[in-house]
């Protein structure tokens, strides 16, 4: 009897541990991240900025950096860069500006 529980516990434990997600699941979710924080981002041109930063289930947000153009004419084009939280429970995306991230010119 202790055979067979043991048994029933390690193939249980197995079967949770390779509930993992496809690559395919894992593009279509970085597919959905990046169309959701474009679209909420206020700037022109918007490209993401390196990989998305995937935090803890716990957590329930992913991170993406974005850069491109402040829209507006006074900003003259110039680049912005921002940063958007997607939360994977609501399929939100919320955006910042982050120019504070770009390091500064130093005058010598």
């Not at 249980?12 to 959701?36: E, F, G, N, R």
């Not at 930063?53 to 153009?69: I, S």
């Not at 995306?93 to 005058?107: G, H, L, M, N, Q």
Request: charge should be positive; proline fraction near 4%; glycine fraction near 6%.
């Amino acid at each position: 009897m202790k055979t067979i529980t043991l048994t029933f516990l390690c193939l249980t434990t197995l079967a949770t541990q390779t509930h993992a997600s496809s690559p395919d699941a894992w593009a279509t979710y970085d597919k959905a991240v990046l169309a959701s924080c474009t679209k909420t981002s206020g700037l022109k041109n918007v490209k993401p900025v390196g990989n998305a930063a995937q935090f803890d289930d716990r957590v329930g947000y992913t991170a993406l950096l974005l850069q491109g153009q402040y829209p507006q004419k006074h900003m003259k084009g110039q680049q912005g860069t921002e940063l958007c939280l997607y939360n994977k429970k609501s399929k939100t995306a919320y955006v910042t500006e982050w120019d504070s991230i770009r390091p500064t010119a130093k005058s010598q």
